[in-house]
Protein backbone atom coordinates (compact mmCIF):
# COMPACT_ATOMS: atom_id res chain seq x y z
CA UNK A 1 0.00 0.00 0.00
CA UNK A 2 1.07 3.26 -0.28
CA UNK A 3 2.17 5.80 2.08
CA UNK A 4 3.07 9.32 2.73
CA UNK A 5 5.13 10.72 5.64
CA UNK A 6 5.35 14.54 5.95
CA UNK A 7 7.95 15.11 8.73
CA UNK A 8 7.04 18.20 11.39
CA UNK A 9 2.94 19.07 11.61
CA UNK A 10 4.73 22.99 12.06
CA UNK A 11 7.45 24.56 10.62
CA UNK A 12 8.79 28.20 11.59
CA UNK A 13 11.31 30.34 9.50
CA UNK A 14 12.07 33.70 8.99
CA UNK A 15 11.53 35.72 6.37
CA UNK A 16 14.39 35.08 3.32
CA UNK A 17 15.17 32.26 4.96
CA UNK A 18 15.71 28.82 3.33
CA UNK A 19 12.26 27.15 3.49
CA UNK A 20 12.75 22.78 3.40
CA UNK A 21 9.61 20.49 4.11
CA UNK A 22 9.92 17.13 4.16
CA UNK A 23 7.96 14.17 2.87
CA UNK A 24 8.72 10.67 2.31
CA UNK A 25 7.07 7.92 0.76
CA UNK A 26 6.03 4.24 0.71
CA UNK A 27 5.37 2.77 -2.14
CA UNK A 28 6.14 -0.43 -4.33
CA UNK A 29 5.89 0.83 -8.13
CA UNK A 30 7.29 4.06 -9.15
CA UNK A 31 4.74 6.66 -8.39
CA UNK A 32 3.59 9.98 -9.24
CA UNK A 33 4.32 12.86 -6.29
CA UNK A 34 2.85 16.11 -5.65
CA UNK A 35 2.77 19.24 -3.18
CA UNK A 36 -0.24 20.68 -2.62
CA UNK A 37 -0.80 24.28 -0.77
CA UNK A 38 -3.59 25.18 1.21
CA UNK A 39 -4.27 28.69 2.21
CA UNK A 40 -6.97 29.09 5.11
CA UNK A 41 -10.55 28.86 4.18
CA UNK A 42 -9.72 28.22 0.76
CA UNK A 43 -9.17 24.25 -0.95
CA UNK A 44 -6.02 22.78 -2.32
CA UNK A 45 -3.59 24.07 -5.17
CA UNK A 46 -1.28 22.07 -6.71
CA UNK A 47 2.58 23.82 -6.51
CA UNK A 48 4.37 21.15 -8.67
CA UNK A 49 4.40 17.49 -9.53
CA UNK A 50 6.51 14.64 -10.86
CA UNK A 51 5.56 12.22 -12.79
CA UNK A 52 9.07 10.68 -14.24
CA UNK A 53 10.74 12.82 -16.26
CA UNK A 54 13.29 15.69 -14.33
CA UNK A 55 13.85 14.48 -10.75
CA UNK A 56 13.80 18.00 -9.88
CA UNK A 57 10.85 19.78 -10.39
CA UNK A 58 10.10 23.23 -10.39
CA UNK A 59 6.80 24.88 -9.41
CA UNK A 60 5.00 27.95 -8.99
CA UNK A 61 5.86 30.47 -6.08
CA UNK A 62 9.34 29.74 -6.32
CA UNK A 63 9.37 26.51 -4.71
CA UNK A 64 10.59 23.14 -6.12
CA UNK A 65 11.08 19.40 -5.51
CA UNK A 66 13.36 16.88 -6.01
CA UNK A 67 12.68 13.37 -6.00
CA UNK A 68 15.32 10.69 -4.74
CA UNK A 69 14.08 6.94 -5.13
CA UNK A 70 16.96 6.03 -3.24
CA UNK A 71 15.84 7.78 0.35
CA UNK A 72 12.52 7.56 -1.20
CA UNK A 73 11.68 11.25 -0.46
CA UNK A 74 10.35 14.52 -2.32
CA UNK A 75 11.11 17.47 -0.27
CA UNK A 76 9.87 20.48 -1.10
CA UNK A 77 11.97 23.75 -1.09
CA UNK A 78 12.25 27.72 -1.37
CA UNK A 79 15.31 29.41 -1.08
CA UNK A 80 14.02 32.34 0.63
CA UNK A 81 10.47 32.40 2.43
CA UNK A 82 8.30 35.18 1.97
CA UNK A 83 5.25 36.26 4.48
CA UNK A 84 2.84 35.00 1.80
CA UNK A 85 4.00 31.66 1.87
CA UNK A 86 2.51 30.92 5.00
CA UNK A 87 0.14 28.44 4.75
CA UNK A 88 -0.42 24.63 5.07
CA UNK A 89 1.44 22.46 2.49
CA UNK A 90 0.32 18.55 1.43
CA UNK A 91 2.47 15.67 -0.35
CA UNK A 92 0.63 13.51 -1.99
CA UNK A 93 1.57 10.13 -3.94
CA UNK A 94 -0.64 8.47 -6.46
CA UNK A 95 0.63 5.13 -8.30
CA UNK A 96 0.86 4.86 -11.37
CA UNK A 97 -2.74 3.43 -13.16
CA UNK A 98 -4.56 4.14 -10.50
CA UNK A 99 -6.63 6.21 -12.07
CA UNK A 100 -5.25 9.56 -10.30
CA UNK A 101 -5.99 8.16 -6.59
CA UNK A 102 -4.36 10.67 -4.34
CA UNK A 103 -3.03 9.69 -0.51
CA UNK A 104 -2.42 12.76 1.14
CA UNK A 105 0.21 13.24 4.26
CA UNK A 106 -1.18 14.92 7.00
CA UNK A 107 0.40 18.23 6.51
CA UNK A 108 2.72 20.55 7.44
CA UNK A 109 1.87 24.25 8.67
CA UNK A 110 4.40 26.97 7.49
CA UNK A 111 4.77 30.14 9.53
CA UNK A 112 6.92 32.87 8.27
CA UNK A 113 8.44 35.60 11.12
CA UNK A 114 8.69 39.13 9.78
CA UNK B 1 -10.87 31.10 -15.54
CA UNK B 2 -12.18 27.90 -14.78
CA UNK B 3 -12.84 26.76 -11.14
CA UNK B 4 -14.52 24.09 -9.58
CA UNK B 5 -17.11 25.59 -7.23
CA UNK B 6 -18.90 23.97 -4.57
CA UNK B 7 -22.30 25.01 -2.77
CA UNK B 8 -22.90 25.30 0.07
CA UNK B 9 -19.66 26.82 1.42
CA UNK B 10 -20.89 26.43 5.00
CA UNK B 11 -23.59 24.39 6.91
CA UNK B 12 -24.63 23.86 10.52
CA UNK B 13 -27.87 21.36 11.21
CA UNK B 14 -28.81 19.15 13.74
CA UNK B 15 -27.86 15.84 14.14
CA UNK B 16 -30.32 13.40 12.09
CA UNK B 17 -31.20 15.90 9.40
CA UNK B 18 -30.26 15.16 6.03
CA UNK B 19 -27.18 17.31 4.08
CA UNK B 20 -26.72 17.13 0.75
CA UNK B 21 -23.54 19.05 -0.59
CA UNK B 22 -23.15 19.74 -4.84
CA UNK B 23 -20.08 20.09 -6.70
CA UNK B 24 -19.51 21.56 -10.20
CA UNK B 25 -16.43 20.37 -12.08
CA UNK B 26 -14.38 22.11 -13.93
CA UNK B 27 -16.41 21.42 -17.94
CA UNK B 28 -14.56 18.99 -20.17
CA UNK B 29 -12.86 17.16 -16.69
CA UNK B 30 -13.88 13.49 -16.71
CA UNK B 31 -13.14 12.62 -12.57
CA UNK B 32 -14.52 14.11 -9.92
CA UNK B 33 -13.23 13.15 -6.43
CA UNK B 34 -14.98 13.68 -2.87
CA UNK B 35 -12.51 13.64 -0.52
CA UNK B 36 -12.98 15.00 3.79
CA UNK B 37 -10.75 16.95 5.62
CA UNK B 38 -10.38 16.80 9.34
CA UNK B 39 -7.82 17.78 11.86
CA UNK B 40 -7.64 14.11 13.51
CA UNK B 41 -7.94 12.53 10.11
CA UNK B 42 -6.15 15.09 7.69
CA UNK B 43 -7.35 14.32 4.54
CA UNK B 44 -9.55 11.23 3.19
CA UNK B 45 -10.86 10.26 -0.33
CA UNK B 46 -14.52 9.09 0.00
CA UNK B 47 -15.57 8.19 -3.26
CA UNK B 48 -14.56 9.04 -7.03
CA UNK B 49 -16.08 8.83 -10.71
CA UNK B 50 -14.94 8.63 -14.46
CA UNK B 51 -17.15 9.87 -16.56
CA UNK B 52 -20.02 10.13 -14.28
CA UNK B 53 -19.91 6.01 -13.06
CA UNK B 54 -18.29 5.51 -9.52
CA UNK B 55 -14.64 3.77 -9.70
CA UNK B 56 -14.39 3.56 -5.77
CA UNK B 57 -15.96 4.56 -2.68
CA UNK B 58 -14.25 2.52 -0.20
CA UNK B 59 -13.47 5.23 1.89
CA UNK B 60 -17.33 6.42 2.26
CA UNK B 61 -19.27 4.96 5.69
CA UNK B 62 -21.91 3.42 3.35
CA UNK B 63 -24.37 3.11 5.75
CA UNK B 64 -25.15 7.14 5.62
CA UNK B 65 -23.39 8.49 3.16
CA UNK B 66 -24.06 8.54 -1.05
CA UNK B 67 -22.58 10.32 -4.33
CA UNK B 68 -23.56 10.15 -7.55
CA UNK B 69 -23.23 12.48 -10.50
CA UNK B 70 -26.09 13.21 -12.03
CA UNK B 71 -25.07 14.76 -15.11
CA UNK B 72 -21.21 15.55 -16.14
CA UNK B 73 -21.62 19.08 -14.73
CA UNK B 74 -23.06 18.12 -10.97
CA UNK B 75 -21.91 15.90 -8.34
CA UNK B 76 -23.21 15.30 -4.91
CA UNK B 77 -22.69 14.07 -1.12
CA UNK B 78 -25.52 12.89 0.36
CA UNK B 79 -25.42 12.17 3.98
CA UNK B 80 -28.99 11.35 5.77
CA UNK B 81 -28.33 10.69 8.63
CA UNK B 82 -26.26 13.36 9.54
CA UNK B 83 -23.87 12.59 12.74
CA UNK B 84 -21.78 14.52 14.85
CA UNK B 85 -19.01 13.23 13.86
CA UNK B 86 -19.51 14.05 10.29
CA UNK B 87 -18.45 17.80 10.93
CA UNK B 88 -15.43 18.77 8.47
CA UNK B 89 -14.71 20.51 5.45
CA UNK B 90 -15.79 18.53 2.46
CA UNK B 91 -13.95 18.53 -0.86
CA UNK B 92 -15.08 18.40 -4.46
CA UNK B 93 -12.18 17.97 -7.01
CA UNK B 94 -11.97 17.83 -10.91
CA UNK B 95 -9.38 16.20 -13.34
CA UNK B 96 -9.23 14.95 -16.89
CA UNK B 97 -7.73 11.18 -16.81
CA UNK B 98 -6.27 10.15 -20.24
CA UNK B 99 -6.23 6.50 -20.18
CA UNK B 100 -5.13 5.72 -16.85
CA UNK B 101 -3.34 8.42 -16.11
CA UNK B 102 -4.63 11.61 -14.32
CA UNK B 103 -2.09 14.34 -13.03
CA UNK B 104 -3.76 17.17 -11.51
CA UNK B 105 -6.12 16.92 -9.91
CA UNK B 106 -8.09 21.39 -9.15
CA UNK B 107 -10.33 21.35 -5.92
CA UNK B 108 -12.93 23.52 -5.28
CA UNK B 109 -12.93 25.47 -1.78
CA UNK B 110 -14.64 22.77 0.30
CA UNK B 111 -18.27 22.68 2.28
CA UNK B 112 -17.40 23.08 5.97
CA UNK B 113 -20.21 21.35 7.30
CA UNK B 114 -21.22 21.21 11.22
CA UNK B 115 -23.25 18.81 12.62
CA UNK B 116 -24.52 19.53 16.02
Known amino acids: AQSVTQLGSHVSVSEGALVLLRCNYS??????LFWYVQYPNQGLQLLLK??????LVKGINGFEAEFKKSETSFHLTKPSAHMSDAAEYFCAVSVRGSQGNLIFGKGTKLSVKP | DARVTQTPRHKVTEMGQEVTMRCQPI?????VFWYRQTMMQGLELLAYFRNRAPLDDSGMPKDRFSAEMPDATLATLKIQPSEPRDSAVYFC??????????????FGPGTRLTVT
Open chain 1, 50 to 55: YTSAAT
Open chain 1, 27 to 32: SSVPPY
Open chain 2, 27 to 31: LGHNT
Open chain 2, 93 to 106: ASGLAQGAALYEQY
